[in-house]
Each structure stands twice: as C-alpha cells, then as structure tokens.
C-alpha cells in the first residue's frame, strides 16, 4: 500500500461498504431519536411545557419545537437534503445545550444527550456521504 492515502477513503479498519452501514444505523438512531421527541411535544404538550417553562421558554411553544424538530428529522433521513438537515439539526441542539447553560445545569443529561446526537448527526453523515470525507477529511 502506498505511503500517502486519498482524502476521500475511509480508513483501513472500515471498508467502504461497513462505514455506510455504520452512518445508516447512527442516522437512524438520531432520526427516531428527533422523531420521538417531536411526537411527544405535539402528543403531550402539558409534559414537555414544563420542561421549557423551566429552561426560560414560553409554554405554548410545543406547538411549534415539535413541527420544527420533525422537519429537521425529515430533511436528514432523506439523503438529497441530509446536510441541510444535519446543520439544521446541529443548530437546534446547539440551541437546546445553550438553553441548559444559561439556566446553570452545565452537564446536564440533556446537554450531554443534545452533544452525542449532535456527534452522531454528523459522524452518520460523514460515513455514508464520500462528499462530506472530502470537505472534512480526518485522515492525512
């Protein structure tokens, strides 16, 4: 093999065909992940409120998280929209940590479960899309 490796592989330890499966199986997770929560805040309004009550959000708004974490979901399970979904994804948990940060629970469950989605949001992309491994290359 030679000494210098194409940007756009994966590395040895990880066929082609493995790391696609891979970023299928981590985008399915955060998608049911994002599906769930979406669907809880449209089902029970009333449980999820108090939660945003608590991080400085108005009540009524599981009206509108709800729709809008189900259309990030939707835009990253489809593949011709997943890195619009991924950034759209990113920012809103980026939103959420924030929103646990400002009221003082640094390293709160929901902090560290908004940071591994958001990890796994784009590892899944960066395995099953060779177009994010040649933005983003982790190998030289």
């Known amino acids: 093999m030679s000494e210098?490796?194409?940007l756009h592989q994966i590395p040895e330890t990880m066929t082609p065909h493995r790391a696609l499966w891979a970023g299928r199986i981590m985008t399915a997770f955060v998608v049911i992940a994002l599906v769930a929560d979406?669907?809880?805040q449209l089902i029970a309004p009333a449980q999820i409120a108090s939660m945003l009550q608590e991080t400085g959000f108005a009540m009524d708004l599981t009206r509108v998280v709800g729709p809008v974490i189900l259309a990030c979901a939707?835009?990253?399970a489809?593949?011709?929209t997943a890195v619009l979904g991924a950034v759209l994804v990113t920012g809103f948990l980026g939103g959420a940590i924030c929103a646990h940060v400002r009221i003082g629970e640094l390293g709160s469950p929901p902090e560290i479960v908004?940071?591994?989605l958001g990890a796994m949001t784009w590892g899944g992309?960066?395995?099953r899309d060779p177009r994010i491994r040649a933005i983003l290359p982790l190998i030289h």
Do not use: K
């Open 125 to 127: 992309l960066y395995l």
């Open 114 to 116: 908004s940071m591994l």
């Open 74 to 76: 939707i835009l990253y």
């Open 38 to 40: 979406g669907t809880i």
């Open 4 to 6: 210098t490796m194409n």
């Open 78 to 80: 489809i593949p011709a």
